[in-house]
């Protein structure tokens, strides 16, 4: 009898596959320095103050979206503040990766990406900064379908289970995989990343 063996994995195939991944993450996460993404010291800083208060005020939130993007951020300042710690004291006791995301989203000035920021500060185990050029390169290498320019708690959810997946094959934090895959979309794209 013959057995069909075309879904079975080849463990080399498989073992070089995530040698390719690791190597990708450790060049372009080297290279993140070189891009004009949110400085990881920074984020781990605001990480630092989050567990340590248990919620994010409104001044911090102000900085962790003027780190993600400048132009947008002045909107913060219109959340009062007992909402935005409560917001981000629920949001360290909600389940689930939509649910957290849609939460901080509530918030004004946080979009999906500028909302992952606060989610990677808090835990880069389990999140990571999500944006337009982290879609273009999960795109790239086959994890998602299309370009996109705007991003909502779903889209959050499509990107930050391949980075899952790529942090566990390779054995970096999410956050740092989001870092990798920002820089590298900054150091292949052509023209304007709009």
Same mark, same amino acid.
């Given at each position: 009898?013959?057995?069909?063996?075309?879904?079975? &994995?080849?463990?080399?195939?498989?073992?070089?596959?995530?040698?390719?991944?690791?190597? !990708?993450?450790?060049?372009?996460?080297?290279?993140?320095?070189?891009? $004009?993404?949110?400085?990881?010291? *920074?984020?781990?800083? =605001?990480?630092?103050?989050?567990?340590? $208060?248990?919620?994010?005020?409104?001044? $911090?939130?102000? %900085?962790?979206?003027?780190?993600?993007? &400048?132009?947008?951020?002045?909107?913060?300042?219109?959340?009062?503040?007992?909402?935005?710690? %409560?917001?981000? *004291?629920?949001? *360290?006791?909600?389940?689930?990766? =939509?649910?957290?995301?849609?939460?901080?989203?509530?918030? @004004?000035? !946080?979009?999906?990406?500028?909302?992952?920021?606060?989610?990677?500060?808090?835990?880069?185990?389990?999140?990571? +900064?999500?944006? &337009?050029? +982290?879609?273009?390169?999960?795109?790239?290498?086959?994890? +998602?379908?299309? *370009?996109? %320019? @705007?991003?909502?708690?779903?889209?959050?959810?499509?990107?930050?289970?391949?980075?899952?997946?790529?942090?566990?094959?390779?054995?970096?934090?999410?956050?740092?995989?989001?870092?990798?895959?920002?820089?590298?979309?900054?150091?292949?794209?052509?023209? &304007?990343?709009?």
């Amino acid at each position: 009898m013959d057995v069909d063996d075309s879904d079975a &994995t080849d463990p080399d195939a498989t073992d070089s596959d995530a040698t390719d991944l690791e190597a !990708f993450v450790a060049e372009y996460l080297e290279r993140y320095a070189e891009t $004009q993404g949110v400085l990881p010291e *920074r984020l781990d800083a =605001f990480g630092e103050r989050y567990r340590s $208060q248990g919620h994010l005020t409104r001044d $911090q939130l102000y %900085e962790i979206a003027y780190e993600s993007s &400048t132009r947008s951020a002045y909107h913060v300042e219109t959340n009062p503040e007992d909402r935005c710690r %409560e917001v981000t *004291r629920n949001a *360290r006791a909600v389940d689930g990766d =939509f649910s957290v995301i849609h939460l901080i989203t509530g918030l @004004s000035g !946080f979009k999906a990406p500028t909302a992952s920021c606060v989610l990677a500060a808090l835990d880069g185990d389990r999140h990571a +900064v999500v944006d &337009t050029r +982290v879609w273009a390169s999960l795109e790239r290498l086959g994890y +998602v379908d299309g *370009r996109k %320019e @705007s991003f909502d708690a779903a889209d959050y959810v499509a990107m930050i289970e391949p980075i899952r997946e790529i942090a566990d094959r390779t054995g970096y934090r999410p956050v740092d995989v989001g870092y990798a895959l920002f820089a590298h979309d900054d150091h292949v794209r052509e023209g &304007t990343l709009h």
